[in-house]
C-alpha cells in the first residue's frame, strides 16, 4: 500500500536553529509533492510544492525542500527558524494516475515548537 | 488568492439529527473539491472526492448513506451527516482544487451530543 511516513512526530528546537523534517513516499511512479503547515488554531496552508524540474522548490516564510528521486524523500528545510513558526507540519503526496488525480495522501505529521 | 471557507465553523447537535457543513471557494472555481476528517493529534483522512455535475467519490469505509456531498455549483460542496451519531463527532476539513494544488479550508468542528 502507499503510505507517507514523516520521521519525527514531535521537535522542538530554539530560535535561529536549522530545521529539517524529512518525509519518505513509498509509490515509485510519477509523484507532486506537498508540504502543508498548520498554525495554532489556523487551517493548513501550503507552504511549497514539487511537480517537476528543479528538485529544490523554494516556498513561503523562508522554507524550501529537496525532492531526491532515489531516495523517494521530499524533506522540508529552513536555516534558521522564527517562535512564529511553531506549528504543525504535514507532508502529502499525490500519485499521479488516471483515476487519482488530485488525491492526497498525507503523513502523520511534525508537530514543532520553536523555544524563545 | 485561493481562499477556501467553510460555514459553520462549529456545530453541536443531538443524536440523530442531520447536519450540513458548506464548503466554498471564494476567489477561484474547482471542479473538484475533497472532504478530510482529522482525528486528535492525526493526519487528516479523505473521505471523498466530489466532482462539480456528478457523483461523489467515497473512500473505502466511509458510508455514502450517511455522509452525503453535493456539489452543485464550481463554488460550492456540501457534505451532510445524516442520523449524527456521537462517533461522528471529529473535524471536518474540506479542499478545493486548482491546477493539482488543494486549497484548505478552516475546517468545521462537529459535536453530536
Known amino acids: 500500500a502507499q503510505s507517507v511516513s514523516q520521521h519525527n512526530h514531535h521537535v522542538i528546537l530554539s530560535e535561529a536553529a536549522s530545521l529539517e523534517l524529512g518525509c519518505n513516499y513509498s509509490y515509485g511512479g510519477t509523484v507532486n509533492l506537498f508540504w502543508y503547515v498548520q498554525y495554532p488554531g489556523q487551517h493548513l496552508q501550503l507552504l511549497l510544492k514539487y511537480f517537476s524540474g528543479d528538485p529544490l522548490v523554494k516556498g513561503i516564510k523562508g522554507f524550501e525542500a529537496e525532492f531526491i528521486k532515489s531516495k523517494f524523500s521530499f524533506n522540508l528545510r529552513k536555516p534558521s527558524v522564527q517562535w512564529s513558526d511553531t506549528a504543525e507540519y504535514f507532508c502529502a503526496v499525490n500519485v499521479v494516475t488516471t483515476d487519482s488525480w488530485g488525491k492526497l495522501q498525507f503523513g502523520a505529521g511534525t508537530q514543532v515548537v520553536v523555544t524563545p | 488568492g485561493a481562499v477556501v471557507s467553510q460555514h459553520p465553523s462549529w456545530v453541536i447537535c443531538k443524536s440523530g439529527t442531520s447536519v450540513k457543513i458548506e464548503c466554498r471557494s471564494l476567489?477561484?472555481?474547482?471542479?473538484?473539491m475533497f472532504w478530510y476528517r482529522q482525528f486528535p493529534k492525526q493526519s487528516l483522512m479523505l473521505m471523498a472526492t466530489s466532482n462539480e455535475g456528478s457523483k461523489a467519490t467515497y473512500e473505502q469505509g466511509v458510508e455514502k448513506d450517511k455522509f452525503l456531498i453535493n456539489h452543485a455549483s464550481l463554488t460550492l460542496s456540501t457534505l451532510t451527516v445524516t442520523s449524527a451519531h456521537p462517533e461522528d463527532s471529529s473535524f471536518y476539513i474540506c479542499?478545493?482544487?486548482?491546477?493539482?494544488?488543494?486549497?484548505f479550508g478552516p475546517g468545521t468542528r462537529l459535536l453530536v451530543l
Open positions: 476567489d477561484f472555481q474547482a471542479t473538484t
Open positions: 479542499s478545493a482544487a486548482l491546477k493539482e494544488t488543494q486549497y
